[in-house]
Nanobody
Framework: QVQLVESGGGLVQAGGSLRLSCAAS????????MGWFRQAPGKEREFVAV????????TYTGSVKGRFTISRDNAKNTIYLQMNSLRPEDTAVYYC???????????????WGQGTQVTVSS
């Protein structure tokens, strides 16, 4: 069982930065691949980024490549999403999730956090 709690969301102007954190409970955290997803109003939840349990592999959706960086600290049971050069279209609720399988499909993920709101003003 893994419990996930996101933090770090907020209101920022376009071009600004935010760092999201996701704290996990459970001794098996380091064995899970961890992903970030987001859901904007009226839209389906979409994949943002994933990092493998070993930290060797990362994958990003095209719209955030070069702007967002996913990382993890297994000693602290925490993953991060550094978001730079934010755009109004990045506005969404951001969720972290845990999966035994590496991938971008939300159906692969077994555990989800409650989400944190990110709002980017123009």
């Amino acid at each position: 069982q893994v419990q996930l709690v996101e933090s770090g969301g907020g209101l920022v102007q376009a071009g600004g930065s935010l760092r999201l954190s996701c704290a996990a409970s459970g001794r098996t955290f380091s064995s899970y691949n961890m992903g970030w997803f987001r859901q904007a109003p009226g839209k389906e939840r979409e994949f943002v980024a994933v990092i493998s349990w070993s930290t060797i592999s990362t994958t990003y959706t095209g719209s955030v490549k070069g702007r967002f960086t996913i990382s993890r600290d297994n000693a602290k049971n925490t993953i991060y999403l550094q978001m730079n050069s934010l755009r109004p279209e990045d506005t969404a609720v951001y969720y972290c999730a845990a999966s035994r399988t590496y991938g971008r499909n939300s159906g692969l993920y077994d555990y989800w956090g409650q989400g944190t709101q990110v709002t980017v003003s123009s």
